[in-house]
């Protein structure tokens, strides 16, 4: 295993590594490439081997794309590895035609070929991007991006930070990706890293002042990994979950969880004093690691400014008809541990054994991977509940494309907008959302071997 550096340890002789550079804003005339394309990557410490990655535009993580509210974003895809792909844009209301999950949206793209997206962005915030073909494998050998939209009226901060959060299996040997071929990766917690990264580089280091307001834009691209954070010198607010603002901001006031997929936006302001370290923290268990080191340099006002105001809200978003709404369930069963009685394979009834024998461990609904028929079909403009049991004894973060959703709290009240909600073990909770988006959508576990050993399945909402 690669050790990793705790917390409070001394950071001399730490090289400080820089982070990758902004790429340029999307203002060229025609489609802009985005090449998906073997690449190498300093991802362990240096002293060890570079890391051979699959990425879009030989950056790891893909170049940031950066796009105002209302645009239009326009990228060819051309596929330069060694096996097909597609690219999904997490958390965007999409055209469906555009949305990047082959055998459902699109093909996948072959070697050699290419793909034009081009879609409208209606919704301000923090979104990525991925393979959403073979992706357990595909976005853990790096095939991933920042898609920030911005808002036309930007809070007030000094910095706007995208931190891109993941960890990567690494032979501690050669350096080199972990084989995917590990049935246990499927069967229980998914495939989670021996080193963490941020902006694809470990130790990653910024510097600070004191009092200066940060944007912290965190997503979690991770296959598996849970993240769960803590700030040190540095205090502030959650304003937006998933892409989407919250009514207000929360002071954060205890650990941050963020599970695969999920994104929070944080306004923070740096506490800690000139010649000190601030921290992003990082637990495993009760250990503290620096995710993210900010080395503050010095002061930048002697005090801090008023509370943030909310993210101005994106346009129709309303959940409403709750008590009219149409009634969905969505039982999930599987996995190592509690497995399932039998359920429904290629056209018939397969006991836990067999279906493991095929890779395939998880059943949602009684049907392991995309069943013939959608979860259900919703009119245009009609509310769904979706009432979901985890029935199996492992966390799940399960994504639906297309809308966002919010969850029908026990006693009535309905949590933020979001994309992905960590389930853990035998938790029952409730999803109510507009089909406002018509297409077909997938819906699926985005701990991503999950997804590619039976947790997919997929809803329509009719034009
Ligand atoms: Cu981010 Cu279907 O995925
Ligand atoms: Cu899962």
Request: net charge negative; with cysteine.
């Amino acid at each position: 295993m690669i050790s990793r550096r705790g917390l409070l340890r001394g950071t001399a002789g730490l090289a400080t590594l820089p982070l990758l550079p902004r790429s340029l804003q999307a203002q060229a005339e025609g489609p802009q490439l985005l090449e998906a394309r073997p690449a190498q990557a300093q991802i362990a410490p240096e002293g060890y081997p570079k890391t051979d990655v699959w990425s879009y535009g030989g950056a790891l993580p893909g170049a940031e794309i950066r796009v105002a509210q209302g645009s239009r974003l326009t990228r060819k895809l051309v596929n330069s590895l060694p096996a097909p792909t597609s690219v999904h844009w997490h958390g965007i209301r999409i055209d469906n035609a555009m949305d990047g999950v082959p055998g459902v949206t699109q093909k996948a793209v072959q070697p050699g070929e290419t793909f034009l997206y081009d879609f409208d962005v209606k919704d301000a915030g923090t979104y990525w991007y991925h393979s959403h073909n073979q992706s357990f494998e595909q976005v853990a050998r790096g095939l991933h991006g920042p898609l920030i939209v911005e808002e036309s009226d930007p809070p007030d901060v000094d910095r706007d930070e995208v931190l891109v959060l993941d960890d990567f299996r690494l032979d501690p040997e050669t350096g080199q990706i972990a084989s995917f071929e590990n049935m246990h990766d499927f069967s229980h917690g998914g495939r989670v890293g021996n080193i963490a990264v941020t902006n694809g580089v470990f130790n990653a280091t910024l510097t600070a002042e004191q009092n200066e307001r940060l944007r912290l834009r965190l997503i979690n691209v991770a296959n598996a990994k849970i993240f769960e954070l803590e700030l040190r010198g540095l205090e502030g607010w959650v304003v937006a979950l998933d892409g989407m603002p919250l009514d207000s901001p929360i002071r954060i006031s205890e650990r941050l969880l963020l599970a695969p997929a999920q994104r929070a936006d944080l306004i923070v302001d740096v506490t800690a004093e000139p010649g000190a370290e601030a921290h992003l923290v990082r637990f495993e268990g009760d250990e503290g690691y620096s995710q993210v080191l900010f080395s503050v340099r010095e002061k930048a006002s002697d005090s801090r400014r008023d509370p943030p105001l909310p993210l101005p809200p994106n346009p129709d978003m309303a959940v409403t008809d709750l008590d009219d709404a149409m009634q969905s369930q969505l039982r999930m069963e599987g996995g190592a541990m509690r497995g399932f009685a039998s359920a429904h394979m290629n056209g018939r009834e397969v006991g836990f054994r067999e279906a493991a024998q095929s890779g395939k461990f998880w059943a949602l609904n009684g049907t392991l991977g995309m069943p013939d028929a959608p979860l259900f079909v919703a009119e245009r403009g009609q509310t769904v509940r979706v009432m979901m049991q985890n029935d199996t004894v492992f966390p799940h973060a399960m994504h639906l494309h297309g809308h966002h959703f919010r969850e029908v709290l026990p006693g009535g009240g309905l949590g933020p907008l979001r994309d992905t909600l960590l389930m853990f073990a035998d938790e029952r909770r409730e999803i109510a959302f507009v089909a406002h988006n018509p297409g077909d959508w997938v819906f699926h576990c985005h701990m991503l071997t999950h997804a590619a050993s039976g947790m997919m399945t997929r809803i329509k909402v009719l034009a």
